[in-house]
């Protein structure tokens, strides 16, 4: 199927919109001209803004930082979420309120003042709901972490007489997991007893120093109470090297749980870092409670500010704007013009050096697909992206003609050595029927390739014979693409003579089939060695396949029979029935 010049239209409705967005533009930026310099003499004919306005925003602002004070207070996620509602609803009106003044006459200086204001206050209640959150999470954090001391606290007595006396308390699973530890059955001696006694004990004064530190007033305290902890813990683990082996995995599970409550593990909160957090956000609330106040205070002096400018900014206004309007106009057909041009330039550009030369590129690429001789001229192999993708149509064309060639000749020369091998060939599939068969078998059997094809191996064969070579067939299979020693077997000439001939198999792999090919050699054997090999036979009528190995095999282990190749595969995918036949 040929492609729809699709692309052609793309660019043209694309670039063509592109032009009339630009010149709408350009309309749309007139218009907005002259409705600025409309608004504005309205603003200039106006009245000052009334007094009342300019005490409502600076009631506002006081309003927010009482608010701020009690957000400050919040103890729990409810009273946080009430005074954020009233802050919002205060920080939405003095935002209307402020925005109503932008469109009054305000100097720039005083405007920026007054956002500047808004912009501080609205930052120091941002930081102070952020630290009021993380002080709600880390209260949170806290409870969480005394619950499992606690739960430590309750275990440890009762673990410690449990590991005394053998037997597993009700609540250690509560602490640890002990779906893969065993409990031990009791202390060995009074030393190891003596151990699980200092353990516990220095588990305990642990425990009760991160306690004790969940309420720590002040940063001294808290360093005081870590370093308790942290020379109990030290302790507990020396003591737990002390006792029994069979008690120290579930001891250092239990230690575990204490060292990551006291010292947090892969990035969770411990004890001590919850109450240092505590404390230094007590520290810096104070601080963020001044900013709020100190932008309050700047807001009142900014609206104080705006009533007294509001006249000089009148004149500012005005004579700004007589003096930008040329400037827009200006700036408007700049615009349109430089946006038309553009496009211009934009769709010529790629209507001859991409379009043209994609459609050349694509007729070529169809062309090697429908096998004719690919041709682009030489203005298409400018070093750039297209010339690049040209160069490699051409050069994939070449290459897939050579192969082309090469397979035919390869073709030619595989079915010329399969049809000119002097012993009888055979291909099977895993099914053992026969797929393809050489000349050479031809004679063996008295049939044609035509007849034997399809056929199970076991149908043209004697039933003796039959039976001798199912075992080489089954060893060829378990070692695809290892040679295995030949058999002798007699076959049944079309004559009615038996034929003595020598049967050899070997299995070669092949991804693309359900299963492995079987390559069957048959050599006729001159009268001589058929009355040796008859005679062997009969002195041994199972012999084992490893008694006719090689013996110069023994002398070079790593020398290996290299597989016969099966030559469909070497052919673009031939089937084995056409190989006799190929051209």
Same mark, same amino acid.
């Given at each position: 199927?040929?492609?729809?010049?699709?692309?052609?239209?793309?660019?043209?409705?694309?670039?063509?919109?592109?032009?009339?967005?630009?010149?709408?533009?350009?309309?749309?930026?007139?218009?907005?001209?002259?409705?600025?310099?409309?608004?504005?003499?309205?603003?200039?004919?106006?009245?000052?803004?009334?007094?009342?306005?300019?005490?409502?925003?600076?009631?506002?602002?006081?309003?927010?930082?009482?608010?701020?004070?009690a957000l400050a207070a919040a103890a729990d996620a409810e009273d946080r979420g009430a005074a954020l509602a009233t802050m919002a609803e205060a920080r939405r009106d003095l935002t209307?309120?402020?925005?109503?003044?932008?469109?009054?006459?305000?100097?720039?200086?005083?405007?920026?003042?007054?956002?500047?204001?808004?912009?501080?206050?609205?930052?120091?209640?941002?930081?102070?709901?952020?630290?009021?959150?993380?002080?709600?999470?880390?209260?949170?954090?806290?409870?969480?972490?005394?619950?499992?001391?606690?739960?430590?606290?309750?275990?440890?007595?009762?673990?410690?007489?449990?590991?005394?006396?053998?037997?597993?308390?009700?609540?250690?699973?509560?602490?640890?997991?002990?779906?893969? @530890?065993?409990?031990?059955?009791?202390? =060995?001696?009074?030393? #190891? *007893?003596? &151990? %699980? /006694?200092?353990?516990? !004990?220095? +588990? $305990?004064?642990?425990?009760?120093?991160?306690?004790?530190?969940?309420?720590?007033?002040?940063?001294?305290?808290?360093?005081? @109470?870590?370093?308790?902890?942290?020379? =109990?813990?030290?302790? #507990? *683990?020396? &003591? %737990? /090297?002390?006792?029994? !082996?069979? +008690? $120290?995995?579930?001891?250092?599970?239990?230690?575990?749980?204490?060292?990551?409550?006291?010292?947090?593990?892969?990035?969770?909160?411990?004890?001590?870092?919850?109450?240092?957090?505590?404390?230094?956000?007590?520290?810096?609330?104070?601080?963020?409670?001044?900013?709020?106040?100190?932008?309050?205070?700047?807001?009142?002096?900014?609206?104080?500010?705006?009533?007294?400018?509001?006249?000089?900014?009148?004149?500012?206004?005005?004579?700004?704007?007589?003096?930008?309007?040329?400037?827009?106009?200006?700036?408007?057909?700049?615009?349109?013009?430089?946006?038309?041009?553009?496009?211009?330039?934009?769709?010529?550009?790629?209507?001859?050096?991409?379009?043209?030369?994609?459609?050349?590129?694509?007729?070529a690429v169809q062309a090697a697909r429908d096998d004719a001789a690919v041709s682009l001229p030489e203005r298409d192999l400018w070093p750039d992206e297209l010339g690049v993708l040209?160069?490699?149509?051409?050069?994939?064309?070449?290459?897939?003609?050579?192969?082309?060639?090469?397979?035919?000749?390869?073709?030619?020369?595989?079915?010329?050595?399969?049809?000119?091998v002097p012993e009888g060939l055979l291909l099977l599939d895993a099914d053992r029927r026969i797929e393809d068969a050489n000349p050479a078998a031809e004679r063996l059997f008295g049939?044609?390739?035509?007849?034997?094809?399809?056929?199970?191996?076991?149908?043209?064969?004697?039933?003796?014979?039959?039976?001798?070579?199912?075992?080489?067939?089954?060893?060829?299979?378990?070692?695809?693409?290892?040679?295995?020693?030949?058999?002798?077997?007699?076959?049944?000439?079309?004559?009615?003579?038996?034929?003595?001939?020598?049967?050899?198999?070997?299995?070669?792999?092949?991804?693309?089939?359900?299963?492995?090919?079987?390559?069957?050699?048959?050599?006729?054997?001159?009268?001589?060695?058929?009355?040796?090999?008859?005679?062997?036979?009969?002195?041994?009528?199972?012999?084992?396949?490893?008694?006719?190995?090689?013996?110069?095999?023994?002398?070079?282990?790593?020398?290996?029979?290299?597989?016969?190749?099966?030559?469909?595969?070497?052919?673009?995918?031939?089937?084995?029935?056409?190989?006799?036949?190929?051209?």
């Amino acid at each position: 199927m040929r492609p729809h010049p699709r692309i052609a239209t793309r660019l043209l409705l694309g670039y063509g919109a592109l032009a009339l967005i630009v010149l709408a533009l350009a309309w749309a930026l007139l218009v907005a001209q002259r409705w600025y310099e409309a608004d504005r003499r309205a603003l200039v004919e106006a009245a000052l803004p009334r007094f009342s306005d300019m005490l409502a925003v600076s009631r506002l602002g006081d309003a927010l930082a009482e608010t701020a004070g009690a957000l400050a207070a919040a103890a729990d996620a409810e009273d946080r979420g009430a005074a954020l509602a009233t802050m919002a609803e205060a920080r939405r009106d003095l935002t209307e309120r402020i925005r109503a003044l932008d469109g009054s006459r305000l100097e720039v200086e005083t405007r920026a003042r007054l956002h500047a204001a808004l912009a501080d206050m609205t930052e120091a209640l941002d930081t102070l709901d952020a630290l009021v959150e993380r002080r709600l999470a880390l209260h949170r954090s806290a409870a969480a972490l005394n619950t499992r001391l606690g739960v430590l606290g309750d275990v440890l007595p009762d673990l410690e007489r449990a590991l005394l006396r053998g037997r597993a308390p009700e609540q250690l699973d509560a602490v640890i997991d002990m779906s893969e @530890l065993e409990f031990p059955p009791g202390p =060995s001696g009074t030393a #190891a *007893a003596n &151990a %699980i /006694r200092s353990w516990a !004990r220095n +588990a $305990q004064v642990a425990v009760g120093m991160m306690l004790a530190a969940s309420g720590a007033g002040e940063t001294a305290d808290l360093e005081y @109470l870590g370093l308790r902890a942290e020379e =109990s813990l030290r302790r #507990a *683990a020396a &003591a %737990i /090297r002390g006792t029994d !082996r069979a +008690a $120290q995995p579930v001891m250092e599970a239990v230690h575990a749980e204490l060292v990551a409550i006291a010292e947090g593990v892969d990035g969770a909160d411990s004890v001590f870092r919850v109450r240092r957090l505590r404390l230094t956000m007590d520290q810096n609330t104070p601080a963020v409670l001044a900013r709020g106040r100190q932008a309050s205070d700047r807001l009142t002096a900014a609206v104080a500010q705006i009533i007294a400018d509001l006249e000089q900014a009148q004149a500012v206004r005005g004579a700004t704007l007589e003096r930008t309007t040329l400037l827009w106009q200006a700036g408007v057909g700049t615009l349109a013009g430089a946006g038309a041009l553009v496009a211009v330039a934009a769709m010529l550009f790629l209507w001859l050096a991409v379009l043209r030369r994609a459609r050349r590129l694509t007729r070529a690429v169809q062309a090697a697909r429908d096998d004719a001789a690919v041709s682009l001229p030489e203005r298409d192999l400018w070093p750039d992206e297209l010339g690049v993708l040209a160069r490699a149509v051409g050069a994939l064309d070449a290459e897939r003609r050579r192969l082309t060639v090469a397979r035919r000749e390869q073709a030619s020369r595989l079915a010329g050595v399969f049809a000119g091998v002097p012993e009888g060939l055979l291909l099977l599939d895993a099914d053992r029927r026969i797929e393809d068969a050489n000349p050479a078998a031809e004679r063996l059997f008295g049939r044609t390739a035509a007849d034997l094809l399809g056929r199970p191996l076991r149908t043209v064969l004697p039933e003796e014979a039959g039976d001798a070579v199912a075992a080489p067939l089954a060893a060829a299979l378990d070692q695809p693409g290892a040679a295995r020693p030949p058999v002798s077997v007699t076959l049944r000439a079309a004559d009615g003579s038996d034929v003595r001939v020598l049967f050899g198999a070997v299995a070669i792999p092949d991804e693309a089939a359900p299963g492995p090919w079987l390559c069957v050699t048959l050599r006729p054997l001159a009268p001589a060695e058929s009355g040796a090999a008859a005679a062997t036979a009969a002195a041994d009528p199972d012999p084992d396949p490893d008694s006719d190995r090689d013996p110069d095999s023994d002398r070079d282990p790593d020398r290996k029979q290299t597989p016969a190749r099966d030559p469909a595969r070497a052919t673009d995918q031939t089937p084995p029935g056409d190989l006799s036949h190929a051209s």
